[in-house]
């Protein structure tokens, strides 16, 4: 496990510096079977809401939390703060509030629109997987940095950061061999409060991490191919 050589301290206002980056090139064809396995992998991701409550490697969560650290930020100011939730009562808490919030949202807040675009998917407020799951991450975003002294400095591209650093943890999860799920509740105020999160945090999702279960069944979906999603020039 790699040990980081020196802590993070906040950078704003520091000079510009700079150190040696010469990664080893990768060979082509090195380069492209990776790639082609890597691609062939990540199609096999499927989000997953029915989960075996076995437990999971604690360090392999961890790791891939470490691999979403090191996505990139605005001013590189790295404003995530990720809640590894593996405690069952505070599980517990995390689906009733959820679920709760779900209610209202299906009983009409959506709007059909909405639930029209749910409805291939399967979805309604009863989310098991909030406690099926062994484990949860609960990814907040730093909206300002907030020193100990009550200091103040605003975070930029906040929203932007945050969606990449979720991207690069679902990937690592599933490349680690464990299945998982973004889900949002909405409103989400109440996770800050259920995990005691400082005010300048502000939840941007709950991931539930785990195996899926033995009976585990996805909706029948096709992706976009990549003619579909890719312009070249």
């Known amino acids: 496990m790699p040990t980081p050589t020196r802590n993070w301290t906040p950078t704003h206002g520091d000079p510009y510096r700079t150190v040696p980056y010469r990664p080893a090139r990768m060979p082509a064809a090195e380069s492209l079977a990776r790639a082609a396995e890597l691609r062939a992998r990540m199609d096999e991701r499927r989000t997953v809401r029915q989960f075996s409550t076995d437990a999971v490697p604690e360090q392999v969560v961890k ?130 409060e259920v995990l005691g999160r400082p005010v300048n945090e502000k939840a941007f999702a709950v991931i539930p991490v785990g195996y899926p279960a033995a009976d585990c069944e996805v909706p029948d979906l096709v992706r976009k191919s990549l003619d579909q999603v890719m312009v070249e020039l």
Do not use: N
Not at 83 to 105: C, F, G, P, Q, Y
Not at 142 to 157: E, I, M, N, S, V
Not at 171 to 176: K, R
């Open 63 to 192: 790791d891939a939390i470490a691999c979403a650290a090191t996505a990139p930020s605005g001013a590189h100011q790295q404003p995530w703060t990720f809640v590894l939730v593996k405690d069952a009562e505070v599980r517990r808490r995390i689906r009733r509030a959820a679920e709760e919030e779900e209610h209202r949202s299906y009983a009409g807040r959506l709007g059909e629109e909405w639930l029209a675009a749910l409805r291939p998917l399967g979805t309604d407020e009863v989310k098991p997987h909030l406690t099926d799951a062994p484990a949860l991450i609960v990814v907040f975003q730093q909206r300002y940095w907030l020193g100990p002294d009550g200091a103040k400095r605003k975070h930029y591209y906040v929203d932007e950061s945050v969606g990449i650093a979720v991207g690069m943890l679902l990937s690592a999860l599933h490349l680690s061999g464990l299945a998982a799920l973004v889900h949002t509740p909405s409103p989400m105020r109440f996770l800050g």
